[in-house]
């Protein structure tokens, strides 16, 4: 699925003309909070004092991108554990539709309040598990 859409930004290019690293990692954390979000998790998670923090990443740059590149990303969900979810980002460049850049993404769900991981309620895992 489609979870960003965008061009790169002068103010997002370093001095080797091409994207910065940060801002890949931005586009991509962008996608990933579309991604749970069009996954019913966000309102449920909101109504239960429930937040999820990324907890591990592997990046893989392919193509550089350059300022005013077209830009989108699709995203996946790979696999859902007792407390974590797999996520993987291509990001794309539109015009030649060549990729860019992909990520894999770990991401654990936690109590606001106690700071502390928790299991993935069953009602969200039910969902979750209608797109693997």
Excluded: W
Aim: charged fraction near 25%; include cysteine; aromatic fraction near 8%.
């Amino acid at each position: 699925m489609t979870t960003y859409i965008g061009a790169v930004l002068t103010h997002e290019c370093d001095s080797n003309h091409h994207m910065n690293v940060m801002y890949y990692i931005n586009k991509f954390e962008l996608a990933n909070r579309n991604l749970i979000g069009s996954l019913g998790m966000k309102e449920y998670m909101t109504e239960n004092n429930l937040g999820m923090a990324v907890v591990e990443q592997h990046i893989n740059y392919r193509k550089e991108v350059f300022e005013d590149d077209l830009l989108f990303v699709e995203s996946e969900l790979l696999s859902i554990a007792d407390k974590t979810i797999k996520t993987h980002h291509c990001l794309y460049e539109k015009l030649s539709g060549r990729l860019s850049a992909e990520i894999k993404i770990v991401s654990l769900m936690f109590d606001m309040s106690k700071r502390k991981a928790v299991s993935i309620p069953n009602v969200l895992r039910e969902e979750m598990t209608k797109l693997l």
